[in-house]
């Protein structure tokens, strides 16, 4: 059994996940301990309780430790099971973090995978679910990762109510070396039990920072009426994303600005993909039957702990070049 420390790193809930998923595809049981150790609450949150739930329920594994608050499990996988599933985060939980957990585990299915999911699409501290659509998704597509995701209903905190359909299909990963091309800006601003202006004021004040920066932008809003209330946006080209989030008392102009923002930093570098992409880009990396590159603006403390997991499970070594802060090379030799 292979045995990892969760206070490695930033020693937070991505050790968790990552762990969880390829010890799904590998088969191969884990004890993790120190779960979550650097963070104010320590231990299994419900946010990953329900992580762990859904993966061993896909795996019928055998679990220990499937408590709040468990600051160690152990985790005895079996072969990912097909068909489809209901699943309800609760509240405002992250469907994109439960995803992050689920799609690389996947990767080796032999029959789809429906996964039904209810909770956050929109909320702090994680992807917006349109970043896991543009981004991530058209991103690991070209290393043949095959999944459809459809986006149902958005849920913002603390009400949630979201609701995502995906369907994974059997895939090959292939290597791939992620390279710039051409810059085609995109994006949605979107707002739900709030004045329609407030996702138009969103998108034009994105689009005015992005046209100062150079860049032209094709922003399309969104209004509706769910049962949450919130607002955000997010902006996209191939290999890089921005996304912000509105709250209680902050403008809409620097909701949008601040999106604008992000995507700027990351263009500028002239990195091949953003500093979250290459983060989560690097278990399927691992899995991939072939050599893999990217460039990004600098290695994020969640893409090195997401290394160090990596090179536990899997005979492999990433090798990290370049100018640190500036474009930081990174690549999977097998």
Known sequence: MLEIDGSYGEGGGQILRTTLALSAVTGRPVYIKNIRAKRPKPGLAAQHLEALRCIALLTDADVSGLKLGSTELTFYPKEIKSGEYDIDIGTAGSITLLLQCLMPAAVRIKDSISLNLRGGTDVAWSPPIDYLRYVMLPTIAKMGYCAHIDLIRRGYYPRGGGLVKAVIYPSALSGVVLQGGDIEIKGVSHCSRLPEHVAMRQAISAKEVLVEGGYDAQISTEF??????????????PGMGGSSLGERGKPAE????????????????????????????????????????LTTRLLTSHARTNIWVVERFLDFKFKIGGKTGKNDFVCIRK
């Open 224 to 237: 509706s009426q769910n049962n949450s209330t919130g607002s955000g946006i997010t902006l996209w080209c």
């Open 254 to 293: 620097e909701v949008g600005r601040e999106a604008a923002r992000a995507l700027l930093d990351e263009l500028r570098s002239g990195a091949s993909t953003d500093v979250h992409l290459a983060d989560q880009l690097i278990p399927y990396m691992a899995l991939a039957n072939g050599e893999c590159s």
